[in-house]
C-alpha cells in the first residue's frame, strides 16, 4: 500500500511552499533568460561549450569544473555541519516537485489521505478507474514537461521548439531520451516517491558523518514530552500520543523515536504538533528544529573544527573556481606539435610545425591574428597572412611553420605565439612553445 501522509498547514508548510516555487520558478526560466547572447544555464554538450552565468567555457576549460563541483560539494557539507539535512526537505528537486506539484494534484483529484488510503483498498470500480486514469495523465504530462525542460538545458529552448515540430526520424536519439526520461520521472513520482530518498540516495547515509550533537535538526523534545498520556490525564508529558506527526510525515517515520536516516527535514511533524499544541493551550516546540544537545537540554555550540575545515575546503574550491574563471577569454586557442618529425632541415633554413586551433566562444563571428615572439631571433611565420575567422562557438584549425635561417640559428629555444585582436594589438591567448633543432654547432661545422 502507498504511503498517503496527512495534510497539514502552519508557518514552515507555508515557507517551504512559498520558498518551492520560487525554485521552481528559476528552474523553468534559467533556460529563457539570456545573458551575453546566451540562456543562462546552457550546457551544449553537442558543441562541447557551456554557459554558466554570463560566462562561456570550451571543453578545454572543463578542469574547472573540479573547483565548482568541489565547492559546491563542500557548501553542502557546510550547511549539513550546521543545519542538518535542510537541503532535503526545502531544496532537493525531489522533495520540490513531490511535494508541491505531484502531491497537490493527488490531493485535489483524490481527495485527504482518509480519502486516498480508502481509494487504496477499494476495488477497481468506474471511481477508481477513473480518478487514477485523471490523475496518472496530469502526470506523465508533467513529467514529459519535466524532461523537455531538463533537454532544454543541453540544446536551448528555440532548439528544442525545432526538434519537436520536425520528425522524430531526425532526432531519434533525442526522441528515445525523452520517452526514456519521462517514463523514469513519471513512474518516480506516480510510485517510488519517497523510495528514492529511503533507498537509493546515498545523502541520508552520510548525514551521520556530517553533523554533529550541536548540528540542528528536528527532535523531539523528551524530557517535555514523557510520559505520554491523555490530555486529560495527570502526571504525564505534553505529548498525547496522537501519531499526528507520524501521519504528516513523506516517509512515514516517528520522529519521537529520535534522529533517523529517513528524515528529510521537511518540518511537517513540527507544524503538526504545533497545531495539536495550540488546541490544547500548550507551549509549542515539543517538535522543533534544535540540536541535540540542545534537545538535551546542554549547551549548543556553534563554533566546532568540523565547521571550519568544510568552511575552509568550500573556501578552497569557490576561491579557485573564481580566480580561474577570472581568466576565461572570449577565444582560446591550442597548440600541437605536427606529426612527424620534430624539425626540418632545408638547405637554408631550419623549420618547426605546428597546429593552431582556434576557439571562437561568443555569438558572432571574429576575426583572429597569430602572432609570435622571441627575443634575439629572427624568423619568420607562415600560416596566417590574412588573419583567422572563427565562425560563433566555432573553431579553425590551421598550420603554423616557424622558419629560421640556418646561419641565424643558435640552438633550441622558447618562445610565444599569441592570439590577437584584429588590430593586433591586444593579445586575448598566449602560449609558450619549444622551438626545436640540432646542435647548433654540429649544424654549422655541417654546413661547412
Not at 75 to 85: A, D, K, M, V
Not at 249 to 262: K, S, V, Y
Not at 275 to 302: A, C, E, H
Request: charged letters at 20%; a neutral charge.
Amino acid at each position: 500500500m502507498f504511503l498517503q501522509p496527512a495534510d497539514v498547514k502552519g508557518f514552515f508548510t507555508r515557507w517551504r511552499k512559498i520558498f518551492a516555487l520560487l525554485l521552481i520558478g528559476i528552474y523553468i526560466l534559467l533556460p529563457w533568460i539570456p545573458i551575453n547572447g546566451n540562456p543562462a544555464v546552457f550546457l551544449d554538450v553537442l558543441n562541447r561549450r557551456f554557459h554558466l552565468f554570463g560566462l562561456s567555457f570550451a571543453a578545454q576549460d572543463m578542469w574547472m569544473a573540479f573547483f565548482l563541483i568541489t565547492g559546491l560539494g563542500f557548501s553542502l557539507f557546510f550547511i549539513t555541519s550546521i543545519f542538518g539535512r535542510i537541503w532535503c526537505g526545502w531544496a532537493c528537486p525531489h522533495s520540490v516537485f513531490l511535494e508541491q506539484i505531484y502531491r497537490p494534484i493527488e490531493r485535489l483529484i483524490e481527495g485527504d489521505a482518509t480519502a486516498r488510503k480508502k481509494l487504496d483498498r477499494q476495488d477497481w470500480d468506474s471511481e477508481k478507474i477513473a480518478k487514477r486514469s485523471i490523475k496518472f495523465g496530469i502526470f506523465f504530462v508533467i513529467a514529459a514537461l519535466i524532461a523537455h525542460l531538463f533537454l532544454a538545458y543541453f540544446i536551448s529552448i528555440p532548439e528544442l521548439y525545432r526538434w519537436m515540430t520536425t520528425s522524430p526520424k531526425e532526432h531519434w536519439g533525442a526522441f528515445v531520451f525523452m520517452g526514456v526520461a519521462t517514463g523514469i520521472i513519471f513512474l518516480n513520482f506516480a510510485w517510488f516517491r519517497e523510495q528514492l530518498c529511503l533507498v537509493i540516495c546515498p545523502y541520508g547515509r552520510l548525514q551521520s558523518a556530517l553533523i554533529d550533537d550541536d548540528s540542528i535538526i528536528i527532535g523531539y523534545d523528551e524530557d517535555r514530552g514523557e510520559p505520554r498520556g491523555h490530555a486529560k490525564n495527570e502526571g504525564v508529558g505534553d505529548c498525547i500520543d496522537c501519531l499526528r506527526c507520524v501521519q504528516v510525515c513523506p516517509t512515514g517515520i516517528d520522529i519521537r523515536q529520535g534522529l533517523q536516516m529517513e528524515c528529510i527535514g521537511c518540518a511537517n511533524c513540527i507544524d503538526a504538533c504545533d497545531t495539536i499544541m495550540t488546541k490544547l493551550n500548550r507551549p509549542k516546540g515539543l517538535v522543533r528544529y534544535d540540536s541535540q544537545s540542545g534537545l538535551s537540554g546542554r549547551k549548543r555550540r556553534f563554533i566546532r573544527p568540523r565547521i571550519f575545515i568544510y568552511a575552509a575546503l568550500m573556501c578552497a574550491g569557490a576561491t579557485a573556481f573564481t580566480l580561474s574563471a577570472m581568466q576565461l577569454r572570449s577565444a582560446n586557442m591550442n597548440i600541437v606539435r605536427m606529426t612527424g618529425a620534430p624539425y626540418f632541415i632545408t638547405e637554408s633554413t631550419v623549420r618547426n610545425q605546428y597546429m593552431v586551433r582556434v576557439i571562437n566562444k561568443t555569438s558572432e563571428p571574429k576575426t583572429y591574428i597569430i602572432h609570435s615572439s622571441a627575443e634575439g631571433q629572427t624568423y619568420t611565420m607562415e600560416g596566417n597572412e590574412e588573419g583567422i575567422t572563427v565562425q560563433p562557438m566555432g573553431e579553425e584549425v590551421r598550420p603554423v611553420i616557424i622558419s629560421i635561417a640556418r646561419k641565424n640559428y643558435e640552438g633550441q629555444f622558447p618562445f610565444t605565439i599569441s592570439l590577437m585582436t584584429p588590430d593586433g594589438e591586444t593579445a586575448i591567448v598566449t602560449r609558450e612553445v619549444e622551438f626545436l633543432g640540432p646542435n647548433a654547432r654540429l649544424l654549422e661545422e655541417y654546413s661547412k
